[in-house]
């Protein structure tokens, strides 16, 4: 018997700790000695954000290098060549019995997470299945519904932008950080 099966629609999910971490660290913690947190009204009490645009800009360039090379090595691995592209950012902020409701962000092309503040219990991004009707079958269900990446500080998530994700309550009281972006290629 001859056969081959086809993996269709993954979902490449890109994890990795950045380089000189402590450099970015700094760049990082400057840039949020400026920001004034707030919560979306219309969200509820999840968590704060940096703006409620989603479209802040901040002098981190070593980050910002940092960020290049890993989008390239995703991009190469999912063979899309590499384009101009634009970034809209912010910076998110969990305190206690925050939490993050599950959305996506489909109108943009890769989403962005790097993890600036965390003692790993403090929430974990999780992200749920593209195939929604797979929760219904015997067969796949183990490989449906949640998967969960914990916090690390220094850890760098790039992912579809159109994947569901949410993130689970901080049981903690150290506050967890993160800096999201999206990419948007040139078209």
């Given at each position: 018997?001859?056969?081959?099966?086809?993996?269709?629609?993954?979902?490449?999910?890109?994890?990795?700790?950045?380089?000189n971490?402590?450099?970015?660290?700094?760049?990082?913690?400057?840039?949020?000695?400026?920001?004034?947190?707030?919560?979306?009204?219309?969200?509820?009490?999840?968590?704060?954000?940096s703006?409620p645009?989603?479209?802040?800009?901040?002098?981190?360039?070593?980050?910002?290098?940092?960020?290049?090379?890993?989008?390239?090595?995703?991009?190469?691995?999912?063979?899309?060549?590499?384009?101009?592209?634009?970034?809209?950012?912010?910076?998110?902020?969990?305190?206690?019995?925050?939490?993050?409701?599950?959305?996506?962000?489909?109108?943009?092309?890769?989403?962005?997470?790097?993890?600036?503040?965390?003692?790993?219990?403090?929430?974990?991004?999780?992200?749920?299945?593209?195939?929604?009707?797979?929760?219904?079958?015997?067969?796949?269900?183990?490989?449906?519904?949640?998967?969960?990446?914990?916090?690390?500080?220094?850890?760098?998530?790039?992912f579809?932008?159109y994947?569901?994700?949410?993130?689970?309550?901080?049981?903690?009281?150290?506050?967890?950080i993160?800096?999201?972006?999206?990419?948007?290629?040139?078209?």
């Amino acid at each position: 018997m001859s056969y081959f099966i086809d993996h269709i629609f993954p979902t490449p999910v890109y994890s990795s700790r950045v380089d000189n971490f402590d450099k970015i660290q700094e760049e990082m913690h400057l840039a949020i000695s400026s920001v004034n947190f707030g919560m979306i009204e219309e969200w509820g009490q999840t968590h704060y954000v940096s703006t409620p645009t989603f479209n802040d800009r901040y002098d981190m360039p070593l980050f910002e290098m940092e960020l290049q090379k890993h989008l390239e090595v995703y991009c190469d691995a999912v063979n899309f060549p590499m384009r101009n592209y634009t970034l809209r950012s912010w910076f998110t902020k969990f305190e206690r019995g925050n939490y993050g409701h599950i959305h996506n962000h489909g109108h943009h092309d890769i989403s962005v997470c790097y993890y600036v503040k965390t003692k790993g219990s403090s929430g974990s991004i999780f992200f749920e299945t593209p195939a929604e009707s797979a929760t219904t079958s015997i067969v796949f269900k183990e490989y449906t519904n949640r998967f969960w990446h914990p916090p690390e500080e220094g850890k760098l998530l790039l992912f579809p932008s159109y994947l569901r994700h949410g993130i689970t309550t901080n049981t903690t009281d150290i506050d967890r950080i993160s800096f999201s972006a999206n990419i948007q290629f040139n078209r």
